[in-house]
């Protein structure tokens, strides 16, 4: 290497050196490698942002229980004066046991209600159940006081059996209801609270086989009507009636091959808001509310009963 290609360079210490070209290619070869990136921190990544929000968040919590604990410690306690110790009554022990005893439910037939509800699941409308879209029929009364049975065991007595001349698609073979048995005279009840809309007392009803009957419109627009009755509480057509109240006697009217009944049917209505003695309905299966229904003591239905009833006409 000559002398001459040697230029002057003046040194971090004052010194003047005569630097080669090499001299200064080794410089900035350091100079390069060692930039100042090299010497900065790593960026955070957004994992590492999380987890220090976690521990942050954490931290925070543990501060805040620990806070409370020792605000709860630290508090002062409540002042207990002669007074309200002498007002503090003893635990009544006895008065609880009793409201328990109170409190239970009354027993009914646990298996064969259980049973004949799995038989008879309430079917849904859409995603709802029907008793969610009509609450009155979650708490019926059975339209038949003091019956030992919730439904018939005969198939042909159920909704949807074979019934000639009956022309209602949502009926299956015909049936458009459940024909409750019963001894003749026992009193029927109203299932729930509703209001009166139809009655019929000719002899044969007005199609010729329903017989004496009572049709209730209920709070939600459900229908339910009682046919084949032989006597007919005096009731009028808009008149109120409660979940329970006697509507008349099991009968016979317009049955002519079979045994005393109830033919009890449940209608709901097609469009919302509909009232009154309207056809425009859909008969449905009244057996899942039947089967959850309380049964009235027939005794209870009798006192309800009022003194006057319409007098029978001359069958023809
Ligand atoms: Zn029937």
Same mark, same amino acid.
């Given at each position: ?84 110790? %002498? #007002?503090? &009554?003893?635990? @009544? =022990?006895?008065? *609880?046991?009793? +409201?328990?005893?109170? $409190?239970?439910? /009354? !027993? ?6 259980? %049973? #004949?509800? &799995?038989?008879? @699941? =309430?079917?849904? *409308?859409?995603? +709802?159940?029907?008793? $969610?879209?009509? /609450? !009155? ?180």
């Amino acid at each position: 290497m000559a002398l001459h290609e040697g230029r002057p360079f003046v040194t971090a210490m004052g010194a003047v050196e005569l630097w080669h070209r090499v001299c200064f290619d080794d410089r900035d070869a350091l100079v390069t490698r060692s930039t100042p990136a090299d010497f900065l921190p790593t960026p955070p990544t957004p994992r590492f942002i999380r987890v220090l929000g976690g521990v942050v968040a954490a931290s925070m919590l543990v501060s805040i229980v620990v806070g409370q604990w020792t605000w709860g410690e630290m508090a002062p306690p409540l002042a207990a004066s002669i007074a309200n110790v %002498e #007002l503090t &009554a003893p635990e @009544p =022990v006895s008065a *609880r046991l009793f +409201d328990t005893a109170r $409190e239970r439910i /009354p !027993s009914r037939i646990v298996t064969v209600e259980t %049973e #004949l509800e &799995a038989r008879y @699941p =309430v079917p849904l *409308r859409g995603a +709802d159940r029907l008793d $969610e879209k009509f /609450p !009155s029929l979650r708490a019926w009364t059975h339209p038949v006081s003091g019956t030992p049975e919730l439904m018939p065991a005969q198939g042909s007595r159920h909704f949807g059996a074979q019934r000639i001349g009956i022309e209602r698609a949502e009926c299956g073979e015909g049936h458009c209801g459940v024909d409750l048995d019963g001894p003749r005279g026992r009193p029927i009840v109203a299932v729930a609270a509703g209001t009166v809309v139809r009655i019929e007392l000719s002899e044969l009803g007005l199609d010729g086989r329903s017989g004496r009957y009572v049709r209730i419109e209920h709070d939600d627009g459900t229908l339910t009507a009682y046919m084949h009755m032989d006597d007919v509480a005096e009731l009028r057509v808009g008149e109120r009636v409660t979940g329970g109240q006697y509507l008349g006697t099991l009968g016979a009217t317009a049955v002519f091959s079979s045994a005393p009944h109830l033919h009890f049917s449940l209608e709901v209505p097609l469009h919302a808001g509909q009232h009154g003695d309207t056809t425009d309905t859909r008969y449905v299966d009244p057996a899942p509310y039947l089967v959850r229904a309380t049964i009235a003591p027939s005794s209870t239905a009798v006192a309800s009963r009022r003194t006057h009833t319409h007098p029978l006409k001359p069958a023809f």
